[in-house]
């Protein structure tokens, strides 16, 4: 087993470790406490190296080398580097006081880790006189020479076994080794289902996990920050009623649930019978009682090779390595226009060749067209759809803008009402104009406070529902459409929201704009609230027993509820045979690996197939171009193979890195004086967080386990997006984004607020960039310090009335207010967009009123005004006024307070633009 010796007495070394190592409760992630762990043996280490043991500081340096073996031992436990041989010796070295030779092996072992040296060569621990300089080559190979090697992995064993068995288990397997082989791995062993939990959510090298038929059920390290993963792991499942003979299928079960993208394999003594009813999740396969190493080993190379293909990026490599010559079009192919020019060969220097031998218009030659797939982007599309759980996925080279025009016109027919999130991004307001829905527009929750909205309540979206079914309108209901998350990092609880919805009208099609989101399918605790593993679990627990019959019995309660009262107000459950019909529109290159526009189109619509593929697939060309770009086209495959393989390894990261974010600035104190992370209690509102979660950290109580409020609450903050209040240093969040943060420090951030700024960390986040984020901020309350230092007293008042201003007297945000009769012909709420989308088209039907005069006093004297555009200003970045929009008091007042720059719709110089009475009489009277 991958543990040092006499395992009690090291559990026991590791709890007092923990509790002479206070830091510990500053991390939330093993992972950097292992990093930092590692780095902080190699400074003890150093230390020793110039010091005399016998003195005091040696002696302390001994004891923190001591503490620090201690701490990692259950840690290293989970990781096949360095290792359960090396970690022995490097403990004897430390028992036997040889600090030089144990200085060496740990400064080796750092290294290593750091480098990623491990993944390509041993790294041997002992001294020797080439080590040095071998190293330092290997930290300096190019990407280029990387590239060559093969790809390193681990491959976790779940089986209880001695010292020695465990060695001939590993040494069977390094015997079946050959040099053909694509990848090399190595094993880790632990020894019970438990320990197979933790280890996967741990060790990001795993790809693939062997479990045995010795394997026990709970694991003996109790390091508490590795239980977390456990806790998180298997919450909602009750281990402890399984069975010996259960535990391998469980096993199974659990990993394809926790971690889907993996690659399993059973090895099990029971017969084929009692296995083939039993739920082993996505297991690959089932050896049966036997030890055929060399087919366990090709067997788990093919498993990792189907994800590690990439079949439209090869096509495209290969394709570009064939001579040809071009008469058609695009003189840039193969960069000849480029290499024949006098003027511009910095453009081929600067890119260098590959990208123009890879520039064509050509769909055959063992390419593919994007608009008809057959071959390689058939493949690539179909690896897409089952990285990220959808029935089909399909390529958009323009964006997510187009995708959700595409899904709109594929869905939407004239006159079907179309339930929208108000605060969405202007492609599904004007993909409403196109497909001409009749439109009801769903308000968010206001935070006044911090010039933001929330998400829509889905007590605004049952409202909205059960209005329609009493004014007989529910039949011509066609879609939700709603965005998770939001650009602020607010997620629904995508499963509930469907299934209420479902339950008042059960062919409800939804539309998740999962722009910002890409990203969540790789990681356990995301992945529950994305729309692709959502509609999976809606439809599989929609027709169990148990839920039937919680419908039958709560369809008998609500018999009575003909205004729609209870239903309202009672959790409602979907019938068995509604029908599962749910897209999601991912912007690929915001979150994940893609060039710029690479976005996805995820389906998973039981009626995909019989009802909507057809009108689909005009749609699709409809927007998409004939002459699509096939680098962002290979960028979308290559993309998709990282996230299959190490997807789960950068979204850890990617979260570790912005808990530390959150951590740093919540307990600097010069950084509290300016400035302020926003909590999750300052985003979602009490009564949407059953829960009770506040924060994820504090500084009096550390950090929170928020794995209960993700599984209840009806919204949960994504921890990747820090909204940061910056009120407090007297500049706006426009001014401080531009002016401070890009000008002065090059630090780049989009979305701001009146008082806020956003920064969301990704997958491309280290922790040197978070460290100098830190530093600049530090710099800036710094600066803030001296200047109100040196300020005069009226330069104070003014500094103080300016954070006044952002913080206290901040403008309420407007609701949407109503479209007027000329566009909406009932009482009920939808309206009809496209038709005042045209009617603007005509000059003679508008006008421009200027906000602080004619408009002010036409509104004032109480006439009806009427927008004639879209107007979104920026931030927040989405419409406040739609065309056939009133014009409320409420939104005159927030306009006229806005202090943006950019109002896209406004022309400062004509005011805005509203129709002429003339114009609404018309229409009234058609």
């Known amino acids: 087993m991958n543990k040092p010796p006499n395992t009690a007495s090291t559990l026991s070394a590791t709890e007092a470790a923990e509790r002479q190592l206070p830091s510990i409760g500053d991390y939330y992630s093993a992972t950097q406490l292992r990093a930092d762990r590692w780095s902080a043996l190699r400074a003890a280490v150093e230390g020793l190296s110039v010091t005399s043991l016998d003195s005091r500081k040696g002696k302390k340096l001994l004891q923190d080398a001591d503490e620090l073996m201690s701490a990692l031992a259950p840690i290293e436990t989970y990781w096949a580097f360095p290792g359960a041989t090396a970690y022995e010796y490097m403990r004897r070295l430390l028992e036997q006081r040889k600090i030089d030779d144990f200085s060496h092996a740990v400064r080796r072992v750092v290294r290593a880790l750091t480098s990623g040296a491990y993944r390509r060569r041993t790294i041997p621990l002992v001294a020797e006189d080439s080590d040095s300089e071998d190293f330092e080559d290997e930290v300096a190979l190019s990407p280029e020479a990387r590239a060559l090697g093969r790809p390193y992995f681990e491959v976790l064993i779940v089986d209880s076994l001695g010292d020695q068995q465990e060695r001939w288990l590993r040494t069977s397997l390094q015997h079946v080794r050959r040099p053909e082989d694509a990848f090399i791995y190595e094993a880790v062993v632990v020894p019970s289902l438990e320990d197979a939990l933790i280890g996967i959510l741990f060790n990001y090298n795993v790809q693939a996990v062997v479990v045995r038929p010795g394997l026990t059920l709970k694991s003996r390290n109790n390091l508490s920050l590795l239980s977390k993963y456990l806790r998180s792991a298997s919450e909602e499942e009750d281990l402890d009623g399984l069975r010996p003979e259960e535990y391998g299928p469980e096993t199974c079960r659990l990993i394809a649930k926790i971690r889907p993208e993996l690659d399993t394999y059973l090895v099990t003594d029971r017969s084929a019978e009692a296995i083939a009813g039993l739920d082993l999740g996505s297991c690959r396969r089932v050896f049966y009682n036997q030890e055929d190493f060399l087919e366990l080993h090709l067997n788990i190379l093919r498993g990792v090779n189907s994800r590690y293909k990439s079949p439209f990026f090869t096509a495209l490599k290969e394709y570009s390595k064939q001579p040809t010559g071009v008469f058609h079009a695009m003189p840039i192919s193969r960069g000849k226009s480029i290499t024949r020019s006098h003027w511009i060969q910095d453009m081929g220097a600067f890119y260098g060749p590959n990208i123009f031998l890879a520039e064509t218009s050509a769909t055959s030659g063992g390419l593919d067209s994007l608009l008809e797939p057959r071959g390689p ?422 500094f103080e009335n300016r954070v006044k201003s952002l913080v206290e007297h901040v403008p309420p945000l407007p609701d949407f207010s109503r479209f007027h009769s000329a566009f909406r012909k009932s009482d009920t709420p939808e309206g009809d967009i496209r038709s005042a989308f045209f009617l603007a088209y005509d000059e003679d039907n508008c006008d421009y009123l200027d906000l602080n005069g004619e408009l002010l006093q036409k509104l004032e004297s109480g006439e009806e005004l009427v927008s004639a555009s879209f107007i979104i200003p920026y931030p927040p970045g989405f419409p406040i006024l739609v065309p056939g929009q009133v014009i409320s008091r409420e939104i005159l007042t927030f306009m006229r307070a806005l202090d943006v720059s950019e109002i896209h719709g406004y022309r400062p110089d004509l005011g805005l633009r509203v129709f002429t009475t003339e114009a609404l009489n018309s229409v009234a009277q058609t």
């Open 377 to 798: 982007i058939k493949k690539a599309q179909e690896a897409a759809a089952r990285a990220f759980g959808s029935k089909q996925t399909f390529f958009a080279t323009n964006g997510t803008s187009t995708c959700n025009k595409i899904v709109v016109q594929a869905l939407v027919r004239p006159g079907d009402i179309v339930l929208v999130d108000r605060d969405c991004h202007k492609s599904h307001h004007y993909g409403m104009v196109l497909a001409g829905a009749k439109v009801v527009y769903m308000d968010s929750y206001p935070l006044n406070e911090h010039s933001m909205y929330g998400a829509v309540t889905l007590r605004e979206i049952k409202h909205k529902l059960l209005e329609l079914e009493a004014a007989g309108k529910l039949d011509k209901v066609r879609m939700v459409l709603l965005t998770n998350c939001t650009f602020d990092g607010l997620i629904y609880n995508v499963e509930r929201v469907m299934e209420e919805c479902l339950a008042i009208k059960k062919d409800l099609i939804f539309l998740w704009d999962e722009a910002w989101f890409a990203f969540a399918r790789f990681n356990p605790v995301y992945r529950q609230r994305t729309a692709m593993h959502a509609a999976a679990s809606l439809r599989r627990v929609l027709r169990t027993p148990e839920r039937v019959q919680a419908y039958e019995e709560q369809q008998a309660r609500l018999a009575e509820d003909e205004d729609g009262d209870i239903r309202l107000n009672t959790r409602l459950i979907a019938p068995p045979d509604a029908r599962v019909r749910v897209y999601a529109t991912q912007s690929t290159h915001k979150t994940l690996t893609s060039l710029r526009q690479g976005s996805m189109i995820h389906v998973y619509d039981q009626d995909f197939k019989g009802e909507t593929e057809q009108a689909f697939h005009e749609a699709y060309m409809t927007h998409t171009s004939t002459s699509p770009n096939y680098q962002i086209i290979a960028s979308l495959d290559v993309g998709r193979r990282q996230v299959e393989l190490e997807g789960y390894e950068f979204v850890q990261r990617q979260i570790d890195s912005a808990m530390s974010l959150r951590r740093a600035i919540g307990s600097h104190p010069l950084l509290q004086k300016y400035f302020r992370v926003l909590t999750v209690a300052d985003m979602i509102p009490p009564e949407y967080r059953d829960s009770g979660l506040e924060s994820y950290y504090d500084a009096q109580h550390g950090w929170t386990d928020a794995w209960n409020s993700w599984a209840t609450d009806e919204f949960v903050l994504d921890p990747t997006k820090i909204t940061l209040a910056v009120g407090g240093t007297g500049w706006d969040g426009d001014t401080f984004k531009t002016q401070i943060l890009m000008d002065k420090h090059g630090i780049q951030i989009n979305k701001t607020s009146r008082n806020s700024v956003l920064f969301m960390t990704n997958i491309g986040t280290t922790r040197s960039s978070i460290a100098y984020l830190i530093e600049v901020l530090v710099g800036i309350a710094k600066d803030l310090d001296d200047l109100l230092d040196d300020a005069s007293k009226m330069e104070r008042r003014s």
